[in-house]
């Protein structure tokens, strides 16, 4: 092998160097990792909180919307019931 050759090589302590850090990056990785599993798992928890929520609210305004449009059903009838005895008076 020509000398160029020989000094494309790393040598075995620069070899080792090169693999602990490596590992080191890989540990770091897999720390993150964790974090980043920890983070979704309590924010889908969160989301499905605040899914309840909504259907709750969903609910809630049902509800209501529904007695406000009862309401005005209620007071349209009477309306009408009243022209007719009007008209039925006259």
């Known amino acids: 092998m020509s000398?160029?050759?020989?000094a494309e090589w790393?040598?075995?302590?620069e070899l080792y160097e090169m693999?602990?850090?490596?590992?080191?990056?890989m540990e770091a990785l897999s720390a993150e990792l964790g974090k980043t599993q920890v983070l979704i798992r309590d924010y889908n928890g969160l989301r499905g909180r605040l899914d309840q929520c909504e259907q709750r609210m969903d609910?809630?305004?049902g509800k209501n919307s529904g007695s406000k449009d009862m309401w005005g059903y209620l007071?349209?009838?009477i309306g009408l019931l009243l022209a007719l005895v009007s008209y039925a008076v006259r």
């Not at 000398?3 to 020989?6: A, I, L, M």
């Not at 790393?10 to 302590?13: E, Q, T, V």
């Not at 693999?19 to 990056?25: D, G, P, Y």
């Open 3 to 6: 000398e160029q050759g020989k």
């Open 10 to 13: 790393y040598s075995n302590k």
């Open 19 to 25: 693999q602990v850090a490596l590992s080191k990056k």
């Open 75 to 77: 007071v349209g009838g």
């Open 59 to 61: 609910e809630f305004t």
